[in-house]
């Protein structure tokens, strides 16, 4: 089915505007059915890949470089944002005790900022797990110090990797690091330095390694802001400043009706044939009707979230760093990542002479650093920009605060259990129930994996049964950015996590 005809015209109510919610709304309208997305804010659409404008600087909330080997989310960046793309150049630092090392980790510089005695014992550290390395690495510290050693894994991963996540690494599964850095390990960064082939005639290069990207000249948010647009215009709805409270499904009639809140308190109802959601995990689960079993509820209880805030800072420019962000491995300041997003795009800050970075604080909502006050978190912000010296005090000339909730899908040791158990429980329980994106399907997934769930989801609901198994994407390959932009072609082609196979018909 390509074209929704009067009797064949589906309705489908899509939870989230970001970049899933709207890529489904986007082909749902595209092939003629009807479209409604409710999306919480009251502002933007987007979700985390947002920006965020004030007094005329634009936020980029967690930095979002734009790529991907599946050309299917090349082409749909290109259609929906034909002449705003920027290419950038790609930097990023580590800043740890007063010096700014190349991140990804390159030998040479590292072992000769941290000096002849720490070198040896990195090298020496390196050496001993080289020759004694862990068979079966289950969490974050055991995968890295596999790959790096027990001292650069000390250095340069443990302490920024607990400000993110807010818990030990040995707490951490070692799913998150094949997903976030495999492919790279100290003698593959020895290789790069040394010599990086062409990925045109030399085999693919590991994408961390590469020195450039594309991105929206004013952010993120432009590609959704003209997504939820172009919905509109084929007469799709996207409604803001909803909240969704109930989604109920018919036995009889097979049909969802589903209940949101809007700022006021207001219920307001909606009817579809089919769910397409990207709430977080655990608060579909908790708004389901007829009621999930209790293991299955107490699966999705079970699954944690971690939140961050953006403190903007406006100062005077001097030229600190060119990085498009630094990681900060400092243990005495709370900050972990900072942003220069004139680095990102000129577009991003309004006036010649001035540059707005973003600090980056890592918190669980609710705690005491997320319930500061927004004066407080700019003063705090002000004072360790100047403390790493990345400032002069007289030179921050202004802040804004935005808060970010459920912005990484925390991979725990009993993550995957809890998540197979939420997911055998709706696709046998919840007909037409669909997950897709990061928080839908509690899955780190970058920008251009939640597309692709989106994609694959819309292709399933249109042929009426499961083509593509959306659960493989972004599983079971090299680093997510690996290889050459658009290197996969077709829905079912494979090799590379974020475009799965179809599922087998035998």
Known sequence: MSEGS???RLSVVIIGAGPAGLTAAHDLTLAGHDVTVLERDGEYVGGISKTVRRNGYHFDIGGHRFFSKAQEVEDFWRRILPDDFLDRPR?????????????PLKPMDALTKLGLFESIRCVASYGLVRLKPNPDPRNFEEWVTNQFGRRLFSIFFKTYTEKVWGMKCTEISADWAAQRIKGLSMSKAILNALYTPKAKNRGEVIKTLLDSFRYPRRGPGMMWERAAELVAERGGRVVMDRTVTACIHDGESGRWRIWAEDGAGAAHSYEADHVISSM???ELVAALDPAPAPEMRAAADALRYRDFLVVALVINE????????IYIHEPHVKVGRIQNFASWSPEMVPEAGRNCYGLEYFCFEGDSLWDSEDADLVDLARRELVTLGLARAEDILDGHVVRQEKAYPVYDEAYQENVDRVRAGIETGYPNLHLVGRNGMHKYNNQDHAIMTAMLTVQNILAGEPLYDVWQVNQDAEYHEAGEAGAETGLGATGERMVPRRVSSS
Do not use: C, H, T, V
């Open 91 to 103: 930097k990023s630092r580590i800043f740890y005790k007063g010096q700014l090392f190349s991140y």
């Open 6 to 8: 009067p009797e064949q």
């Open 280 to 282: 977080a995990m655990r």
């Open 318 to 325: 001097r030229e600190q760093f060119d990085d498009n962000w």
